[in-house]
C-alpha cells in the first residue's frame, strides 16, 4: 500500500509520521517498528544517539557536522550508515545521530537518504501520504 | 483516509517511550528506549512511540 495515514499524538496535531524500522549491519540488531516523521524541511536523515548505540554505533572517535536550525542555532551530530526499513523498502541509508532531537522527534527522514528513493505526496486535507 | 488517533493511549504518559501493539494496546513504557525494547523482546509488530507532554510546534530547516 502506498498511502499512509496522518498520524495525531494529542487530538490538536496531525504528524506525517510513518512507522519504521532500523538495522545496523554490524551487529546484525534491528529495531522494532519507531515512528519517524517525514520531513521535507530536513536535508538529510537525522536520528537519536540513544537509538544508534542501542543499534550498536561506536559513537566515539566519529568525526562530526554541524547543522542549522530554523532560529540559526547549531547543533553537532555524528554520521553512520545504517539500515533503513520504510514503505517496504530496505536499503543503506546515511543517518547523522545527535541527541539534540526533541524527544517527541526522535527520527527526521529527509532529503538525502528519503526523499531521493521515493516520490511523496502530502495531502493533509485527506490526511493521507502517498509514498511512492 | 482515518488518521491514527494515539490521543487517548498516550495521554496517561508524559516521558519515555511507549510501545503500542498491532490492536492499538500499550504493551509496555520504559524510561529509555533500550528499556523499552527489553520489556517488548521477541513482541512483534510493534511500534514505539516517543511520550511527550507537548507535541505541538515543531520545525525543522537544516544546513549540513
Excluded at chain 1, 533503513?84 to 545521530?97: P, Q, R, V
Excluded at chain 2, 529509555?32 to 514505539?48: H, M, S, Y
Amino acid at each position: 500500500m502506498a498511502k499512509y495515514p496522518y498520524f495525531s499524538p494529542d487530538n490538536k496535531t496531525f504528524k506525517p509520521w510513518i512507522k519504521i524500522s532500523l538495522g545496523y549491519r554490524k551487529t546484525h540488531k534491528v529495531s522494532p517498528g519507531v515512528i519517524a516523521l517525514v520531513d521535507s524541511g530536513a536535508d538529510v536523515c537525522f536520528c537519536k544517539e540513544d537509538i544508534g548505540i542501542w543499534l550498536g554505533i561506536n559513537f566515539s572517535r566519529k568525526e562530526q557536522t554541524i547543522f542549522t536550525t530554523a532560529n540559526r542555532s547549531t547543533f553537532r551530530a555524528k554520521k553512520e550508515t545504517i539500515t533503513l526499513y520504510a514503505c517496504g523498502k530496505n536499503y543503506e541509508c546515511l543517518f547523522y545521530f545527535t541527541n539534540d532531537l526533541p524527544h517527541e522527534t526522535p527520527i527526521i527522514l529527509g532529503q538525502v537518504g528519503f526523499f531521493d528513493h521515493f516520490k511523496i505526496t502530502f495531502d493533509l486535507r485527506n490526511k493521507e501520504i502517498e509514498i511512492l | 483516509m482515518k488518521i491514527v488517533d494515539l490521543s487517548k493511549l498516550l495521554k496517561k504518559y508524559k516521558s519515555g517511550w511507549v510501545a503500542i501493539d498491532k490492536k492499538n494496546k500499550v504493551v509496555a513504557h520504559g524510561k529509555t528506549f533500550a528499556l523499552t525494547c527489553q520489556k517488548i523482546k521477541n513482541t512483534k509488530d510493534i511500534l514505539l512511540v516517543p511520550a511527550s507532554k507537548n507535541y505541538f510546534g515543531f520545525v525543522t530547516t537544516c544546513n549540513g
